[in-house]
């Protein structure tokens, strides 16, 4: 992502609010049964394998899943030097389209080995609005467009991304810094493609 200095005003919603902040939950080994068992055995004998572990204890929140579908689109529409960033306005409100191709546009230039990471560290919800407080790497993640090697050292900032509710579905409207976040210690993990 470019240089996030943005500023959005919102319609303020007040009371009846929901928050969540709760520690990542950790791996555990699963048991699942082998297909190889052979037929004179009356059971198959079980294997371990790792469960993989989710990017944070947000990911079945919608607004969290509406924010990880455009990240990735964006990854798309930067490959393709898609200008007018036709995949990821679709989880935009258009109202927002502008200030969100103007966060990402400086990174045309660039590759993305995948969706931007970030961690989401709070998801609060009052009637239609919610923001998801995030650890963004912000710097550093699009490499240079041939090469694909880094060209800038990597930042992980603290952003808000406010999501309205619009049709019977979150779109992201806004996206603004967030100093009150605390991202020291937060572990952002990179997917790559």
């Known amino acids: 992502m ?3 200095a943005v500023g959005v005003v919102l319609a303020g919603c007040g009371g009846g609010s929901t928050s969540d ?14 297909p190889t068992a052979s037929p004179s ?3 198959a004998a079980p294997t371990r394998s790792k469960t993989i572990k989710p ?12 924010i990880r579908k455009w ?3 964006v990854a798309k529409d930067v490959n ?17 389209r502008a200030l969100f191709i103007g966060v990402v546009s400086p990174d045309l230039d660039k590759f ?3 969706p931007t990471p970030f961690t989401p560290v709070s998801v609060t919800s009052a009637k239609g609005t919610s923001h998801v407080f995030a650890c963004v790497m912000t710097f550093g993640w699009g490499l240079s467009e041939k090469a694909h090697r880094k060209v800038e050292k990597k930042k992980i900032e603290p952003l808000d991304f406010t999501l309205s509710m619009r049709n019977h579905r979150w779109t992201l409207s806004g996206l603004v810094q967030s100093p009150e976040t605390d991202c020291d210690g937060v572990k952002v993990k990179e997917v790559r493609h």
């Open 71 to 73: 990240v990735a689109a």
């Open 55 to 66: 990017l944070s204890a947000f990911e079945g929140r919608p607004q969290v899943k509406v």
């Open 112 to 114: 993305y080995p995948g």
């Open 21 to 34: 902040a709760t520690p990542t939950p950790s791996a555990s080994p699963s048991v699942t049964a082998s």
């Open 2 to 4: 470019g240089t996030v």
């Open 80 to 96: 393709a030097n898609d200008k007018k960033f036709s995949a990821s306005s679709a989880f935009v409100a258009p109202s927002a």
């Open 41 to 43: 055995s009356p059971t």
